[in-house]
């Protein structure tokens, strides 16, 4: 079928009249250097078609609000990680629209809660796959000329008609859902061929193969602008580490978390040699990166660690939603910014597709906004007054800095928090406040009712009704070294 392919802005950016022959060819390099006169002459806004921002996005998988050293955590260092904060923002405030793998990738890459089209759990990925009624991120830049690469954990549908390279990626190295790390399973290289092959390679370990892909697709780009989605299997379970990995913490007795801490390791020096990467090639001026976490830490099955935050992966409390998020442009975003803001996942399309020069059409109905604005400083408003939240039985509406929420774990009715005093969501307030528990629950159904049927339903989500309180396998360890990150 036929989808709505973003066109370029004809209000905001200038297109070049010359054919492709017409046109000089110009390497990454120069295209670098170009970006960088203009970040200096202040003209940056104005970016034409030749200078569009080649696009990074790091998804990691399962990682805790709390485990990144600008989080908070001394214990794992992320320097690589930490560089994206460090030259960018950190989002002190940043959730995802879903708090299990793949719906929260079917909202990063549409830009739409993934409710909308009942994307609402895993099983939806086994049953059709994303929804062929959605345009991906990576649909809408090919449109605008980018070349397309997905490198790691796809989770977004098997089936041969949703593999990445049917769904807007030129290119497709990794796993089509969740894997083991030495010994990957559903593997595809596209290289090859889209369909599945065992993996040969007895040193094969994910995290550094995937590293390895990304620097080498980077290497063979040219003059067009790129777009390169690196969803990271780490740190999902299984928990494997090479042992050179390993060897860097000698002081972690848990052996559990010492395999997540040499995992968090080897995918903070893969974002490295990828960032590394970009700045060899002259285009670090002219990338904008995120790095952005899928969910929240599952906590006691894999020592993640969500700080201060109440709950875990695969619930509606902050532990489930508020994840890593950081975002660098050098010359675009301010270096070392802290931004308070509630922003989320759904943001990242319109975000990139401002930055690209296109248009959002109002027919998409996207839920997420740009940010540019408002990160700059030129929009001192919320990117949102409301979010919301459903899976299965739980669900969540933030309205300001008010929370209603019903979550496994938590009561019998929905619980009210006041997050700007209470982040932790351990004062319900719903009893003191009864009018804005009707306000925000009034929000909700409103929302819920715009919102589509599961595709397909996993069985063991919806099963417990929200409030039955936490199964033991499901209830969160406390953590004796947790750090407790700023919030």
Same mark, same amino acid.
């Given at each position: 079928?036929?989808?709505?392919?973003?066109?370029?802005?004809?209000?905001?950016?200038?297109?070049? /009249?010359?054919?492709?022959?017409?046109?000089?060819?110009?390497?990454?390099?120069?295209?670098?250097?170009?970006?960088?006169?203009?970040?200096?002459?202040?003209? *940056?806004?104005?970016?034409?078609?030749?200078?569009?921002?080649?696009?990074?996005?790091?998804?990691?998988?399962?990682?805790?609000?709390?485990?990144?050293?600008?989080?908070?955590?001394?214990?794992?260092?992320? /320097?690589?990680?930490?560089?994206?904060?460090?030259?960018?923002?950190?989002?002190?405030?940043?959730?995802?629209?879903?708090?299990?793998?793949?719906?929260?990738?079917?909202?990063?890459?549409?830009?739409?809660?993934?409710?909308?089209?009942?994307?609402?759990?895993?099983?939806?990925?086994?049953?059709?796959?994303?929804?062929?009624?959605?345009?991906?991120?990576?649909?809408?830049?090919?449109?605008?000329?980018?070349?397309?690469?997905?490198?790691?954990?796809?989770?977004?549908?098997?089936?041969?008609?949703?593999?990445?390279?049917?769904?807007?990626?030129?290119?497709?190295?990794?796993?089509?859902?969740?894997?083991?790390?030495?010994?990957?399973?559903?593997?595809?290289?596209?290289?090859?061929?889209?369909?599945?092959?065992?993996?040969?390679?007895?040193?094969?370990?994910?995290?550094?193969?995937?590293?390895?892909?990304?620097?080498?697709?980077?290497?063979?780009?040219?003059?067009?602008?790129?777009?390169?989605?690196?969803?990271?299997?780490?740190?999902?379970?299984?928990?494997? *580490?090479?042992?050179?990995?390993?060897?860097?913490?000698?002081?972690?007795?848990?052996?559990?978390?010492?395999?997540?801490?040499?995992?968090?390791?080897?995918?903070?020096?893969?974002?490295?040699?990828?960032?590394?990467?970009?700045?060899?090639?002259?285009?670090?001026?002219?990338?904008?990166?995120?790095?952005?976490?899928?969910?929240?830490?599952?906590?006691?099955?894999?020592?993640?660690?969500?700080?201060?935050?109440?709950?875990?992966?695969?619930?509606?409390?902050?532990?489930?939603?508020?994840?890593?998020?950081?975002?660098?442009?050098?010359?675009?975003?301010?270096?070392?910014?802290?931004?308070?803001?509630?922003?989320?996942?759904?943001?990242?399309?319109?975000?990139?597709?401002?930055?690209?020069?296109?248009?959002?059409? *109002?027919?998409?109905?996207?839920?997420?906004?740009?940010?540019?604005?408002?990160?700059?400083?030129?929009?001192?408003?919320?990117?949102?007054?409301?979010?919301?939240?459903?899976?299965?039985?739980?669900?969540?509406?933030?309205?300001?800095?008010?929370?209603?929420?019903?979550?496994?774990?938590?009561?019998?009715?929905?619980?009210?928090?006041?997050? *700007?005093?209470?982040?932790?969501?351990?004062?319900?307030?719903?009893?003191?406040?009864?009018?804005?528990?009707?306000?925000?629950?009034?929000?909700?159904?409103?929302?819920?009712?715009?919102?589509?049927?599961?595709?397909?339903?996993?069985?063991?989500?919806?099963?417990?009704?929200?409030?039955?309180?936490?199964? /033991?396998?499901?209830?969160?360890?406390?953590?004796?070294?947790?750090?407790?990150?700023?919030?």
């Amino acid at each position: 079928m036929t989808r709505n392919l973003i066109t370029p802005s004809r209000t905001r950016f200038a297109a070049d /009249p010359r054919t492709a022959a017409d046109r000089p060819r110009r390497g990454r390099a120069a295209r670098g250097l170009a970006a960088a006169v203009l970040v200096a002459l202040g003209m *940056a806004s104005s970016t034409s078609a030749a200078e569009k921002p080649n696009v990074l996005i790091f998804y990691a998988d399962d990682l805790g609000w709390g485990e990144l050293g600008c989080q908070g955590n001394a214990q794992i260092p992320t /320097p690589h990680i930490d560089s994206i904060a460090k030259s960018g923002v950190r989002f002190t405030q940043g959730y995802v629209a879903a708090t299990y793998c793949s719906p929260s990738r079917a909202g990063l890459l549409t830009g739409r809660y993934p409710t909308r089209f009942g994307h609402e759990f895993n099983a939806a990925h086994h049953a059709g796959g994303l929804s062929q009624k959605e345009t991906t991120l990576a649909e809408r830049l090919r449109g605008l000329g980018y070349a397309t690469c997905c490198v790691g954990k796809w989770h977004l549908g098997s089936q041969p008609e949703n593999r990445p390279t049917r769904r807007g990626f030129d290119e497709f190295y990794g796993t089509l859902a969740n894997t083991p790390f030495f010994h990957p399973v559903a593997f595809v290289d596209s290289r090859q061929s889209d369909q599945v092959r065992p993996v040969g390679r007895k040193d094969f370990y994910t995290t550094d193969a995937y590293a390895e892909r990304a620097v080498d697709w980077l290497d063979k780009q040219g003059e067009k602008p790129w777009f390169l989605y690196l969803p990271f299997n780490a740190q999902h379970a299984p928990l494997q *580490a090479p042992k050179k990995y390993l060897d860097r913490f000698p002081q972690i007795a848990d052996p559990q978390r010492k395999l997540f801490a040499a995992m968090l390791s080897a995918m903070d020096d893969a974002v490295g040699r990828v960032l590394d990467k970009v700045r060899q090639s002259g285009e670090e001026q002219n990338t904008l990166v995120f790095f952005i976490a899928d969910n929240g830490g599952p906590t006691s099955s894999t020592t993640s660690q969500n700080g201060v935050l109440r709950g875990f992966k695969s619930t509606t409390f902050e532990g489930g939603t508020r994840v890593p998020f950081l975002a660098s442009w050098p010359g675009r975003l301010p270096a070392g910014k802290t931004y308070d803001l509630p922003v989320i996942n759904l943001d990242i399309l319109p975000t990139v597709l401002a930055a690209a020069g296109g248009q959002v059409d *109002a027919a998409w109905k996207l839920d997420g906004v740009d940010l540019l604005p408002y990160v700059s400083g030129e929009d001192s408003a919320r990117p949102h007054e409301t979010l919301y939240w459903r899976f299965g039985p739980q669900w969540a509406v933030r309205h300001g800095d008010w929370k209603l929420v019903l979550a496994r774990g938590g009561g019998t009715t929905p619980e009210l928090f006041d997050l *700007a005093h209470d982040v932790s969501e351990a004062k319900n307030l719903a009893d003191a406040h009864p009018d804005k528990v009707r306000e925000l629950q009034a929000l909700w159904d409103a929302w819920n009712a715009q919102q589509a049927a599961p595709a397909a339903v996993d069985r063991k989500q919806t099963r417990d009704r929200a409030g039955r309180g936490e199964r /033991p396998a499901d209830r969160p360890q406390r953590q004796r070294q947790a750090p407790r990150p700023a919030t």
